[in-house]
């Protein structure tokens, strides 16, 4: 199996700076696509940034400009820098990827989330 643990979440003040990160550990085989997803309250499960292997990038047209996701292969980590941090960023951010366990099919994993609170 693998397991995606989140951290760097937490309260800020708007025009604020967080940075998240993720590790994916278990039986690793191979880790492809990661990302960033969150959920506010009410609200569905949105987008945030995704990245592939090569290091391809895909953003939500809200944090473009903002946010930048990256990756370390080697670590199997990928982390979001959060900059100029809005109230509206506020939710659950949840790490997402596609990962091969040890004698396992490739599956689609999710971390258990970290709270962002962005208020004065």
């Not at 569905?44 to 370390?72: C, H, M, P, W």
């Not at 951010?93 to 990962?99: E, K, P, S, V, W």
């Amino acid at each position: 199996q693998v397991q995606l643990v989140e951290s760097g979440g937490g309260l800020v003040q708007p025009g604020g700076f967080l940075r998240l990160s993720c590790v994916a550990s278990g039986s690793i085989v191979t880790v492809y696509n990661m990302g960033w997803y969150r959920q506010a309250p009410g609200k569905q499960r949105e987008l945030v940034a995704t990245i592939t292997t090569g290091g391809n990038t895909n953003y939500a047209d809200s944090v473009k400009d903002r946010f930048t996701i990256s990756r370390d292969n080697a670590k199997n980590t990928v982390y979001l820098q959060m900059n100029s941090l809005k109230p509206e960023d506020s939710a659950v951010y949840y790490c997402n990827a596609d990962a091969r366990a040890l004698l396992r099919p490739r599956n689609n994993y999710w971390g258990q989330g970290t709270q962002v609170t962005v208020s004065s």
